[in-house]
């Protein structure tokens, strides 16, 4: 079984920072893309930024250069740097990853986090 755990939501000011990360556990033999998404009531997940395996990443337009994303492979685990937080950046964010499972390993599965609860409030 395979696991994503994710952490370091909650609730800051308009201006401040917040780190999320996800680890990923369980029966994992490589893991590919990672990436973070985020979800208000009533409107569609939406993609935040994403990570390769080789660290190349990409990011939605409405966080590009406030948000950063990484990664640390030996550690299957990924983070979300976020910081200048507006209002419009509360949600649920969700970490996503692409693994690949022994014996199977020809076999790409997608994970998703619980999701953890942002914040932007005064």
């Known amino acids: 079984q395979v696991q994503l755990v994710e952490s370091g939501g909650g609730l800051v000011q308009p201006g401040g920072s917040l780190r999320l990360s996800c680890a990923a556990s369980?029966?994992?033999?490589?893991?590919?893309?990672m990436g973070w998404y985020r979800q208000t009531p009533g409107k569609e997940r939406e993609s935040v930024a994403t990570?390769?395996?080789?660290?190349?990443?990409t990011y939605a337009d409405s966080v590009k250069g406030r948000f950063t994303i990484s990664r640390e492979n030996a550690q299957n685990t990924v983070y979300l740097q976020m910081n200048s937080l507006k209002p419009d950046d509360t949600a649920v964010y969700y970490c996503?990853?692409?693994?690949?499972?022994?014996?199977?390993?020809?076999?790409?599965?997608?994970?998703w986090g619980q999701g953890t609860q942002v914040t932007v409030s005064s």
């Open positions: 996503n990853a692409y693994i690949r499972k022994p014996p199977s390993t020809w076999i790409v599965w997608q994970y």
């Open positions: 369980g029966n994992i033999f490589s893991i590919n893309d």
């Open positions: 990570i390769t395996s080789g660290g190349s990443t």
